[in-house]
């Protein structure tokens, strides 16, 4: 049974860091492309953000603007778990972050991909509040 689970949220102030990990069951790390997306408060799930994404080969992982050189995705084998490090951060970055896969090799980067529904898998989510 593939599942994800997200840890590592919390409240931060401005300019602090946090490292966000979510451990991966049912597949290898190795295997398919991993996002982080985040949902802000008030928003709906229809608009979650896409954040990050690694893929199988991991040698130009994705970033979206808002995040790009504050934010760093990594894998780990042996753990099989992704993480983001978050530096920087700010009181916009405040959301719940979620883990996400597509069993997919490449990311979707918020895109719709209507032939990856079956196998679509969310993460519980991790809060994370970034005061001014």
């Known amino acids: 049974q593939v599942r994800l689970v997200e840890s590592g949220g919390g409240l931060v102030q401005t300019g602090e860091s946090l490292r966000l990990s979510c451990e991966v069951s049912?597949?290898?790390?190795?295997?398919?492309?991993i996002e982080w997306y985040r949902q802000a408060p008030g928003k709906e799930r229809a608009e979650r953000e896409a954040?990050?994404?690694?893929?199988?080969?991991?040698?130009?992982?994705w970033y979206a603007v808002p995040v790009n050189g504050r934010f760093y995705i990594s894998r780990d084998r042996a753990k099989n778990t992704v993480t983001l490090e978050m530096n920087s951060l700010r009181p916009e970055d405040t959301a719940t972050y979620y883990c996400f896969t597509e069993r997919a090799r490449s990311c979707g980067r918020g895109q719709s991909r209507p032939a990856y529904a079956s196998t679509r898998t969310w993460g519980q989510g991790t809060l994370v509040s970034v005061s001014s």
């Open positions: 049912g597949f290898s790390v190795d295997d398919y492309a």
């Open positions: 954040v990050s994404c690694i893929t199988y080969f991991d040698d130009d992982p």
